[in-house]
């Protein structure tokens, strides 16, 4: 079966940035996008959790898009834009999608 080359970008950003980052990435172009919540986790502040929270002001949620290569810096500029002033990781892997119509 025939795959096709694609970028797998993860950012990981406080809960209530959400909305301002999807609509970045939106402006840029990008089609389509997964958010999915983060239970959990540790890095430079130490450990946190979810766990007890009742609002979503603490946490924090992984937005994950595949894109073709020759979007990525429209991505990332937009991404940088939202997650420079703001807790937030991203990162950027190679991929293969089978339909690369659909991104």
């Given at each position: 079966?025939?795959?096709?080359?694609?970028?797998?970008?993860?950012?990981?950003?406080?809960?209530?940035?959400?909305?301002?980052?999807?609509?970045?990435?939106?402006?840029?172009?990008?089609?389509?996008?997964?958010?999915?919540?983060?239970?959990?986790?540790?890095?430079?502040?130490?450990?946190?959790?979810?766990?007890?929270?009742?609002?979503?002001?603490?946490?924090?949620?992984?937005?994950?898009?595949?894109?073709?290569?020759?979007?990525?810096?429209?991505?990332?500029?937009?991404?940088?834009?939202?997650?420079?002033?703001?807790?937030?990781?991203?990162?950027?892997v190679d991929c293969e999608?089978?339909?690369?119509?659909?991104?």
């Amino acid at each position: 079966m025939e795959t096709h080359q694609a970028k797998r970008v993860e950012i990981t950003i406080e809960a209530v940035m959400e909305n301002r980052l999807t609509k970045a990435l939106l402006d840029a172009g990008v089609t389509g996008f997964t958010i999915l919540p983060v239970l959990g986790g540790s890095g430079r502040s130490g450990h946190w959790s979810r766990e007890g929270q009742v609002t979503r002001a603490g946490g924090m949620v992984s937005v994950i898009c595949i894109i073709r290569p020759d979007r990525l810096d429209s991505l990332l500029e937009a991404a940088f834009s939202v997650v420079d002033r703001h807790i937030g990781v991203v990162s950027v892997v190679d991929c293969e999608v089978l339909r690369a119509e659909r991104f």
